[in-house]
């Protein structure tokens, strides 16, 4: 057999991974040619489901291309993860994700899809939980709230069992060597009804859902789970400053991709993303929601999802908590 000479060799190599490249190239190229879809695993109407839409409106005008939203809710976002896990990878699904990707395996060991296997897009907002009472709760600030709990262990609300604000609640309560009673429900706008009505004592809450509640003193805000004091709640301090920054842990709503999906398909709705994040109509309506905006690549969230799985992995075993 006639060997080829090394150079020759290259060359060949060289041409055949540009025709494997190519064709996928030209996808990337000629992509959204149709109608993209974002899926969004909870019902509508909450802060999740208004930064999704929000976003698809801006992503896709900016794309020039139209993105329908479907609300896939239900099994704690696992139905609508889990079908946008089996959608294709060519662009046209996206998925509206948030820190629970980063919750639900340790959660649920035997999901029919992985949480981390995602192609991580943008981290559009971040967002900060926080722990509130009613206006007229004899707990001025967080070390009244922290004294009065050992006396008396409060009931607090969240949104649900593993939900970022159950796993939080169960850090404070173990801080404030006190026993918490844990309400949990199927929704945040649930809880915060039940405690303006007087039937819980606190409410652990993503910051979007009570914001207007706390400006317009009908809840007071005691503490707030961010590294830096909110923008739109700029007199809640932060768990840093209380002395317990190691409990620190943010939220997020984003959109993430099916496993597999092009990286130029992804820079592109990134680029898109991030300059729809810093639209002024946008952004006063995310300071409404009080979640703030990030301009970030793709990698800081992949990077945020794969640690923060390992961080709450070991508060779900610590503990011992479990789905609804």
């Known amino acids: 057999m006639t060997a080829i000479p090394a150079l020759r060799r290259r060359s060949l190599l060289g041409l055949a991974v540009a025709g494997l490249c190519a064709p996928r190239l030209a996808r990337a190229q000629g992509w959204p040619e149709r109608t993209i879809r ?14 999704a839409r929000l976003s698809a409106r801006a992503i896709g005008e900016a794309l020039g291309q139209s993105i329908t939203v479907e609300n896939l809710p239900g099994g704690g976002s696992n139905i609508g993860y889990a079908a946008a896990a089996r959608a294709a990878s060519d662009g046209y699904t996206l998925l509206a994700g948030s820190d629970t990707l980063s919750i639900t395996g340790a959660l649920t060991p035997r999901l029919t899809y992985d949480p981390l296997g995602f192609a991580a897009v943008h981290r559009t907002v971040r967002v900060p939980q926080i722990l509130v009472v009613r206006a007229d709760h004899p707990a001025k600030d967080f070390g009244e709230w922290f004294a009065l709990s050992r006396r008396e262990p409060p009931a607090v609300g969240t949104p649900g069992n593993g939900s970022l ?8 309560s173990r801080a404030a060597d006190s026993s918490w009673t844990h309400v949990p429900y199927r929704g945040g706008a649930l809880a915060v009804n039940d405690l303006m009505a007087g039937q819980l004592q606190g409410v652990m ?14 809840l007071r805000g005691l503490v707030v789970s961010a590294d830096a004091r909110t923008k739109a709640l700029p007199d809640v301090p932060t768990l840093g400053e209380l002395g317990l920054g190691a409990i620190t842990s943010v939220g997020w709503h984003g959109l993430v991709a099916p496993a597999g999906t092009d990286p130029a398909i992804i820079a592109r709705i990134n680029a898109a993303s991030r300059a729809a994040a810093k639209r002024p109509d946008l952004a006063e309506r995310f300071a409404g929601l009080g979640v703030e905006a990030t301009d970030e690549a793709p990698e800081v969230l992949a990077a945020a999802i794969r640690d923060d799985a ?3 992995a070991e508060v779900v075993r610590r503990f011992n908590i479990r789905a609804e």
């Open 165 to 172: 604000a159950h796993l939080l609640l169960e850090q404070l």
């Open 310 to 312: 390992a961080r709450y």
């Open 38 to 51: 974002l899926i969004v695993p909870v019902a509508p109407g909450g802060s999740q489901d208004i930064v």
């Open 205 to 218: 809450i993503n910051i979007g859902a009570v914001t207007d509640h706390v400006r317009g003193g009908r």
